[in-house]
């Protein structure tokens, strides 16, 4: 019998490598007589849960009579896992009416879920479960609590947990600097750093991510070199997830020279950091790269994930060459890609935006299943081909099959009305939006419901929407009105609007030169002269270029 316990010792060290082995060590533990045994149980319960079994995980749960801690907190974290939380949170419930208190590693589990479930009220409720359990100030429970809070963007939560905790460690300060991060809030990041080290905590690799999440734009370039210079210093530049995202955060500052240094440092580079250089160049707009790149990975045997296809269709797109993009949707369908709505939806989107609106749509027929990325997309293209009606009939058909529509989808269609000068169809759209779909307006729809209205002549009508909006408006629905000033040669409502826009950003010289040009039109010469007089800028109309397969044609 000695034997079989040494062998079981042994055989539970190793993590099994198929169900099949599960099965064998399970079969093992029961002619020892030994599956009642809830430390046995719990290495089984983990062991199916790690090979994907967790309904056999539960069945070893159920034959378990005495049931620690440890096993309640193996088929809970099986279930979190799986991403089946209503289990993991009833089997949670049911561990509270027995005997067995949860500990910190059971309300830290909990919280998890809660956080991959996006269940804020869940998770504020297992947070009162823990303080009343008198776990609100553990530092295991603290650190899925802040971590998850974060995930929320309830940073304020997140920090007083964390002010809860006497003596935070490394992961708990780790989590509130990455919490920050998630959130944009730079400054905070950077004081909790310091504050850790303060405290006497040495950063490792994860207090670098947490702090190259902080780096959101080139506005904090600065501060990013100065991580970068920390992590060399301290020897993660080898850590593979330090390094991938600091090609994240140079591609994020547009600083590619420096992007491309860290990558080519790496010796083998993962598919994660590939697509983080690839989606820099196309950031950029140096879509010439990006396709460089791709081209480069897929010849290193790498396959690109569907959020990589996104990315380059999306610099396809925006460099208008067709050729690559047909290159890439030869790709998806050598692959079996093409029923993947994403990449289906930005090949519709590039199609479109290439000129090829009869490509787009037959993609977006082929595909198996739409969503709303994919009717969104669709329903531009034909807006911005002037296919006005027919995006409306999509836009139908989409509401038929019970889609709901976003703000993109009636961005897109006012859009379609602007370019098809649908002054009524824009009206009832702009009212469905907001009573019957409860969208609030942005800014762009603003902008075009403005563009529709000053475009039609309906000058008066248009602002008197910008005066029921509230101060400041935004210069781009005042650029809007200022602009069909022009084309309506109405100089007394465009002195109005300059105005505004003049005292919202006095260095912007475009208004000005668009004011004179209205002034000019209606012979104002003394009024052109003033407003010319006052450009401090030297603006300078480029001559227009034509291109056509990379090539430049005056």
């Given amino acids: 019998m000695q034997s079989h316990f040494d062998l079981l010792q042994s055989e539970l060290c190793k993590i099994c490598k198929s169900l099949l082995r599960v099965k064998k060590l399970h079969a093992l533990v029961i002619k020892s007589n030994l599956s009642e045994d809830p430390f046995y149980a719990t290495q089984i319960i983990r062991q199916y849960a790690a090979n994907g079994d ?41 561990m509270l009416t027995t005997n067995t208190r949860p500990d910190n590693f059971t309300y830290a589990c909990i919280v998890r879920a809660c956080s991959e479930n996006f269940d804020s009220a869940g998770l504020r ?40 905790i006497s003596e935070p460690d490394l992961v708990l300060w780790n989590s509130l600097i990455s919490g920050y991060g998630y959130s944009g809030l730079c400054d905070k990041g950077m004081q909790t750093f310091n504050a850790m080290r303060r405290a006497g905590k040495k950063p490792d690799g994860y207090t670098i991510v947490g702090l190259l999440l902080n780096v959101a734009d080139s506005s904090l370039l600065r501060i990013g070199h100065g991580i970068h210079g920390l992590s060399l210093k301290n020897g993660f530049d080898f850590n593979s997830h330090v390094v991938s995202l600091l090609v994240n955060m140079y591609s994020r500052c ?67 060459n067709v050729g690559p993009g047909r290159e890439i949707h030869g790709y998806v369908l050598r692959n079996g890609l093409g029923s993947d709505v994403m990449v289906s939806s930005a090949l519709v989107d590039m199609y479109s935006k290439c000129g090829f609106l009869h490509s787009g749509t037959r993609v977006f027929e082929l595909m198996p299943k739409q969503n709303i990325v994919s009717y969104n997309s669709i329903i ?53 939006m907001k009573y019957e779909f409860d969208i609030e307006a942005k800014t762009e729809h603003y902008v075009y419901v403005v563009k529709l209205l000053g475009s039609a002549g309906e000058l008066e009508e248009a602002y008197n929407l910008i005066q029921s909006l509230p101060e400041p408006v935004e210069e781009g629905i005042l650029g809007a009105l200022l602009s069909c000033c022009n084309s309506c040669e109405n100089s007394d409502l465009a ?4 105005h505004r826009l003049f005292e919202s950003n006095p260095d912007n010289d475009v208004y000005r030169v668009m004011l004179s040009n209205i002034y000019a039109s209606d012979g104002r010469w003394d009024d052109v002269k003033k407003v010319r007089d006052n450009i401090t800028g030297g603006l300078r109309k480029l001559p227009g270029l034509s291109k056509i397969e990379g090539q430049f044609c005056k």
């Fill in 380 to 432: 531009s293209g034909l807006g911005l081909h002037g296919c006005a009606f027919e995006a409306f009939r999509i836009f139908n058909k989409m509401l038929n099959k019970g889609v709901v529509p976003d703000e993109s989808t009636f961005s897109s269609l006012l859009c379609a009305c602007c370019h098809a000068g649908l002054v009524q169809d824009g009206r009832e759209l702009f009212r469905r």
């Fill in 125 to 164: 409720l297992a947070h009162g479960r823990a303080i009343v359990s008198g776990l609100g100030s553990d530092s295991v429970c603290g650190s899925a609590l802040v971590t998850a809070y974060s995930k929320f963007g309830l940073v304020n939560e997140a920090g007083g947990v964390f002010n809860g």
């Fill in 254 to 320: 547009k600083c590619m020279t420096s992007a491309y240094k860290v990558f080519a440092s790496i010796f083998q580079p993962d598919l994660v950091t590939w697509s983080a250089l690839i989606a820099g160049y196309s950031l950029t707009g140096d879509y010439v790269k990006a396709l460089l790149f791709f081209r480069e990975l897929n010849m290193k045997g790498k396959k690109a994930d569907t959020v990589l296809i996104a990315s380059v269709l999306a610099s396809i797109a925006q460099s208008a």
């Fill in 495 to 498: 002195e109005t609007i300059a």
């Fill in 54 to 94: 967790v309904n056999y995980a539960h069945h070893v749960f159920d034959k378990t009579p005495t049931r620690s801690v440890y096993l309640w907190n193996s088929l809970i974290r099986a279930y979190a896992q799986a991403q089946r939380f209503r289990s993991a949170f009833s089997l949670f419930n049911n």
